[in-house]
């Protein structure tokens, strides 16, 4: 794959372009970069989108048309047309904002530990992921990479609960799988460690975001966080 077609497919699809144009990135710094910049403008217009409705704005705007265009421009069908467009336009702004931002911390991990538990194949993976596109992902996520805490098996992007997506990784360590999900878009107001399903997710702020450790080995997760803690940096401070 040439520089060409990688900037295609990621256009087209600009969170999961496919592994043979995550390999290409990976060894091209030029293509590293776009892409970077790419994701950053998914998740500012994730952002944009992301805006609370105003109370009351559809009752707001009801009155001014009763009080004006009805009378003046609007035939009398379009009033009740237009009112059901708002009150339509206010729900789904409502929907979306509960859906991205409803999240509690504990809620979040949550939603992780079902995802880990629906992607088996990312536990199962073996792609002996260079060091380079390692490094590449994170700092995709506005992270710098120090020792990486054993040999990644698996990489690839991941939709998130609540809406967004993240870097989905998987590393093979002394004490078995290590799952670590990148979440730029996501903050959290304080860590948190949950148990269920036979894991132990732990959330952690990182930067602007958050990530989380996921491990079936309880009493293990916690030098998992001190890994984190000793080889991540991010922009906006350290995990």
């Not at 105003?54 to 009155?63: F, N, T």
């Not at 859906?99 to 194949?121: C, R």
């Amino acid at each position: 794959m040439n520089c060409l077609e990688f900037r295609r497919a990621a256009l087209v699809d600009p969170h999961h372009p496919g592994h043979e144009a995550l390999a290409h990135e990976a060894s091209c710094p030029s293509c590293a970069h776009f892409y970077r910049e790419l994701r950053m403008q998914e998740e500012a217009l994730y952002e944009a989108m992301n805006v609370p409705v105003p109370d009351g704005l559809a009752d707001r705007v009801l009155l001014r048309q009763r009080r004006g265009w009805r009378e003046r421009f609007l035939p009398r069908f379009a009033a009740p047309a237009l009112a059901a467009s708002l009150v339509l336009a206010a729900s789904l702004g409502l929907v979306w904002q509960f859906k991205s931002d409803a999240l509690t911390p504990e809620m979040l991990a949550a939603g992780i530990v079902a995802h880990v538990e629906e992607e088996q194949k990312a536990l199962h993976a073996e792609q002996r992921v260079p060091l380079a596109r390692l490094v590449n992902v994170v700092k995709r996520s506005g992270g710098e990479l120090g020792e990486p805490p054993g040999e990644t098996s698996y990489v690839d992007h991941c939709p998130l609960p609540g809406g967004g997506t993240g870097e989905h990784l998987v590393f093979n360590t002394p004490h078995g799988k290590l799952t670590l999900i990148l979440m730029p878009g996501k903050p959290i107001s304080h860590p948190v460690r949950l148990d269920r399903d036979g894991l132990t997710v732990s959330l952690m702020p990182a930067g602007e975001g958050s990530l989380a450790l996921v491990s079936d080995n309880r009493e293990k997760i916690g030098e998992a966080e001190s890994w984190a803690r000793e080889n991540l940096r991010w922009q906006g401070g350290r995990t």
